[in-house]
């Protein structure tokens, strides 16, 4: 449906002009058109009745009211746009740049909605900020007409959440700002654009200890380091180690790059979940938002692994959010319990 929509927009201006001109004539104000100097339309109203067959052109004035309501009809099928609901997140500081919306208002039209958890997180009101976070997010993907935009700067785990929150079924556009000087926030490209990213050796440490639990630590701005992951680990657990071929904030660029690292990073995570018989993933992330975002709504309540994602603070993981949890019950302190 949604392809069908953009070929006839493609082709939607003759169209309608084609079908205002037939209605003209149908009303018998076709002179009128003589006068009309924009675009040859006159030209065209002439082309029109030279290919008009007398039996049509003569009884065409039966039909004005059909053709004049086909008119509008194919001028409100152009003109229509669907909503897209865009979440702007921040639990840093409430003022984020602005979207680029000048492309996507071609397409959509937008209706933003603020999840600011900046006041409760700097009280630590993590359990509080989980819940209004969860209230906003599935208020916006119970409306299901909506096409979903994301961007903002959060905490990683409440990023995480919301990717986890909204899942893989619905269409969602990923927003993020270069650090090129760009003020605003762009849309993630359909093809490839940025760096050649791709994983280094993926290192797993500390799979004979037979544990039911795994440590993942995902860089690609910057290197987790072995001291930062034992910030919550301790010595001899179950370790694994993602790291990009490049590193930095806009490494990953586009929908193509990301979703095929994505990809990589999950199948791994799975093999080892499904031969260790894994019970609980503890995700340590150094990425954008953006992918962030959809790394979380790559995992699943439903078939994979308890899943918790910590915040990263002066060299260290302070606390993190179990995903399959709600409230105070969802925040994990340090010590991973």
């Known amino acids: 449906m949604e392809q069908l929509l953009k070929m006839y927009k493609g082709a939607a201006k003759v169209l309608i002009l084609i079908l205002i001109i037939i209605t003209l004539l149908a009303f018998g104000v076709g002179g ?29 004035s039966n039909a004005k009211y059909p053709l004049l309501i086909i008119t509008i009809i194919a001028i ?50 993590i359990g509080k900020a989980i819940t209004i ?15 979903i935009g994301y961007y903002g700067i959060a905490h990683t785990p409440f990023v995480f959440r919301v990717g986890f929150t909204v899942g893989d079924q619905k269409k969602v556009h990923l927003f993020h700002r270069a650090r090129n000087n760009n003020a605003l ?22 799979k004979g200890c037979k544990s039911q639990e795994i ?10 380091k072995q001291e930062e992951i034992s910030s919550i680990t301790g010595k001899d657990n179950h370790v694994l180690i993602f790291q990009t071929s490049a590193k930095g904030y806009d490494v990953i660029g586009s929908y193509l790059q ?3 690292l994505r990809d990589q990073i999950l199948k791994t995570i799975r093999d080892c979940v499904k031969k260790y018989n894994i019970r609980k993933i503890h995700l340590m992330i150094s990425s954008s938002v953006a992918f962030t975002f959809l790394l979380g709504s790559s995992f699943s309540a439903q078939h ?13 993981y302070t606390w993190g959010i179990n995903m399959t949890k709600i409230g105070e019950e969802a925040v994990v302190n340090k010590s991973g319990n």
């Open 304 to 316: 994979d692994p308890e899943v918790i994602v910590y915040h990263y603070e002066n060299g260290k």
């Open 76 to 125: 409100a099928i152009y003109l229509y746009k669907p909503q897209m609901a865009l979440l702007a997140h921040a639990s840093f500081n409430p003022l984020l740049a602005e979207v680029e919306k000048k492309e996507i208002e071609k397409e959509f039209y937008i209706k933003e909605q603020q999840i600011d958890l900046c006041e409760m997180v700097s009280k630590l009101e």
């Open 32 to 60: 009128l058109l003589e006068k009309v100097e924009v675009g040859e339309v006159a030209a065209l109203k002439n082309t029109i009745e030279n290919f008009m067959p007398e039996l049509i052109k003569n009884n065409i």
């Open 215 to 224: 440590y993942v630590a995902i860089g690609t701005t910057f290197p987790i």
């Open 258 to 260: 990301a979703e095929t």
């Open 185 to 206: 926030f762009t849309e993630w490209s359909e093809d490839k654009d940025g760096w050649d990213v791709t994983l280094e050796e993926t290192k797993e440490l500390n």
């Open 133 to 147: 976070q969860d209230q906003i997010v599935k208020a916006t993907i119970l409306k299901k007409k909506n096409e």
